[in-house]
């Protein structure tokens, strides 16, 4: 049997004693569609993490369905904030620890808010990142959001 791959993301939770399943695939686009169409799982279950700064706030975590479009506006509303814009990559990577394409909700290098799409609010399963590229968690809504401590709200374009 081949060793359980180990990541930040899945030590965290392991601590937490979590319910989840690591899933494995060779990346090449880093994209919620490529992590939909490598594992054969549907793009909604997909959830991809992006790093924003809000003006009062500062840097938050917004956790989407992989084909939605983060509604920048709704996540500042939600944050406290009057307006939030998206971080570049290699802020990102020295805020979290994690590279594009391998950012995970868990394990950052600081504890940053993190709010979730409504929609993982008893969802049967929910995939993200564990912290690597090619490298998955899988495990239910509910479960991601006691794990997570995130807020659900509507975060995504209509």
Known sequence: ?????????????????????????????????????????????????????????????????????????????VSGNRTVAMIAAEDMEKLTGYVKGGCSPFGMRKALPLFVHESAVGRVRLVCSAGRRGVQVAMAGDEFLATSGAKSADLIED
């Open 1 to 77: 049997m081949p060793a359980r791959i180990t990541t930040n993301a899945t030590r965290v939770l392991d601590a937490k004693n979590a319910s989840y399943e690591v899933l494995e695939f060779a990346p090449e686009d880093f994209t919620a569609e490529e992590v939909s169409a490598k594992l054969g799982i549907p793009e909604d279950d997909v959830f991809k993490t992006l790093v924003a700064r809000g003006d009062r706030s500062g840097p938050l975590v917004a956790v989407i369905p992989g084909p939605s479009r983060l509604s920048l506006r709704k996540l500042a509303r």
